[in-house]
């Protein structure tokens, strides 16, 4: 009887292991999807307005030396979209070191999608643009470093960003990312609602 019962619990274990990572795999494979299509479009959208631009991804500096899941696949949708031609470059800005030794005592909003927008220092932007003076466009996979409107990045008017999902509340108010984006400095924005993907831009800021 006892070893009946041992039997029984050995397999409503195995069953809860099994569902648990059933469930964790699918919904990791759907994180993944929506990553991979964001920046597809994203490429897709840079390719028509800009072909002739190099580009420069900034992905998650924590991820420098292997690539998560996640940061591949944002990377690779952007690649995917882009034609051979085109020079696509990855770099990593530097993380604050207190919070480079410590993640968790940033302070961040708890709605934020991009939590490293708050934890990258902004001058190591202007570092990257100097290794990489051909990249002009710079496509950003972890969001609008908090302090950007002092680096050189910013005040060029050679370079123009684009982004996926980004917290625009580092801009400023609504006004200052208005302007973001009537100067071409912001150029595009790729986001998803619960059902579509869409393309942010100049033309059509103001009605969202």
Avoid at 14 to 30: A, G, M, P, Q, T
Avoid at 156 to 167: F, G, M, R, V, Y
Avoid at 180 to 204: M, P, R, W, Y
Wanted: hydrophobic share 40%.
């Amino acid at each position: 009887m006892k070893k009946n019962k041992k039997t029984i619990s050995i397999i409503v274990v195995i069953i809860i292991l099994s569902s648990y990572l059933f469930f964790y795999d699918k919904n990791k494979s759907i994180a993944l999807g929506k990553r991979h299509n964001l920046t597809l479009v994203l490429g897709k959208e840079i390719k028509k307005r800009f072909p002739d631009k190099n580009i420069l991804i900034l992905a998650n500096p924590f991820k420098k030396h292997s690539f998560s899941d996640f940061d591949s696949k944002g990377i690779e949708g952007i690649k995917d979209a882009l034609s051979s031609s085109t020079d696509v470059q990855v770099a990593y800005p530097e993380i604050y070191s207190q919070f480079k030794n410590n993640p968790g005592s940033v302070l961040l909003p708890n709605d934020t999608k991009t939590p490293l927008s708050y934890m990258v220092n902004p001058a190591s932007l202007d570092n990257l643009m100097q290794k990489f003076p051909n990249h002009t466009m710079v496509v950003s996979l972890i969001g609008i470093p908090m302090g950007i409107q002092k680096t050189k990045l910013w005040t060029s008017t050679k370079h123009s960003i684009a982004l996926i999902e980004p917290d625009m509340r580092i801009i400023g108010n609504v006004n200052l990312v208005k302007k973001s984006f009537a100067t071409g400095k912001i150029s595009l924005v790729c986001v998803k609602d619960s059902e579509n993907i869409h393309i942010i831009d100049g033309n059509n800021i103001s009605s969202i």
